[in-house]
């Protein structure tokens, strides 16, 4: 696995790269936001390893970008604890945050989670064609490409609202609570801020264009996904 640490604190940096390489992972540096994006500009990554405060521009900017752009997994590094930067993460797409100080172990466990999670459910399951590509109603979601298409109309999601979908439309009509769709899509980093959720969902129905249609509401228990005709 090839990973990016972005952080300006060369000693925790240095220990970090020794510990993760005797681990099996490779370790790409960088001390600037300006560097992390000529790197991330120059080769492909399987994970960011993304510190908050960085010397020339904010880490989370960085974080959003990466959503945006190339939709890779973002662990925050950071000596921010508060309940307010942990939900600012989630809300900008951060797959887990760590805080500082943190022991190299724990750091490489949550590499290993959050890769596990991205990988989980790259199996077929019914409703899926051959070629890996679940459809339900008048919707093409793609897992591979991270493409979700109405008919002909590509919709553009965040990496998250992929998530909750992508993990409701594999199950349709099973409920799912707050806390399942936030282990489904996000991790127990986030444990505790489930309520996060319906502004995640808010923001996918008004995307997916009609609210009541595909995801539908389960008062007192979370959220399901009905396909409809199509």
Same mark, same amino acid.
């Given at each position: ?81 508060? *309940? @307010?930067?942990?939900?600012? /993460? ?8 760590? +805080?500082?100080?943190?022991? !190299?172990? #724990? ?53 998250? *609202? @992929?998530?909750?979908?992508? /993990? ?8 799912? +609570?707050?806390?399942?769709? !936030?282990? #489904?899509?996000l991790g ?19 995307k997916l ?17 009905e396909p409809?005709?199509?």
């Amino acid at each position: 696995m090839r990973l990016l640490w972005v952080e300006d604190e060369n000693p925790l940096l240095e220990e970090g790269m020794l510990f993760l390489r005797d681990e099996g992972f490779t370790v790409v540096p960088a001390g600037t936001y300006a560097e992390a994006w000529e790197q991330l500009e120059r080769s492909s990554f399987d994970l960011v390893l993304l510190d908050w405060l960085l010397p020339d521009r904010p880490g989370i900017e960085l974080c959003k970008q990466i959503q945006q752009r190339w939709k890779i997994p973002v662990i925050m590094l950071t000596a921010k604890s508060d *309940e @307010f930067d942990k939900v600012l /993460a989630l809300e900008i797409g951060a797959d887990d945050y760590v +805080s500082k100080p943190f022991g !190299m172990r #724990e750091l490489a466990a949550r590499i290993r989670a959050v890769t596990r999670r991205m990988s989980k459910g790259s199996g077929m399951p019914a409703g899926w064609s051959d070629d890996g590509v679940i459809k339900r109603g008048d919707l093409t979601i793609d897992p591979e490409r991270h493409t979700v298409y109405r008919g002909t109309e590509e919709i553009a999601l965040t990496k998250t *609202e @992929f998530a909750l979908l992508y /993990a409701m439309a594999s199950r349709p009509s099973k409920v799912f +609570s707050r806390l399942q769709l !936030m282990d #489904e899509a996000l991790g127990d980093a986030f444990i505790g801020y489930e309520r996060t959720i319906d502004s995640h969902i808010r923001n996918l129905r008004k995307k997916l264009g009609d609210e009541s249609r595909y995801v539908v509401t389960v008062h007192g228990i979370g959220y399901k996904f009905e396909p409809g005709e199509g």
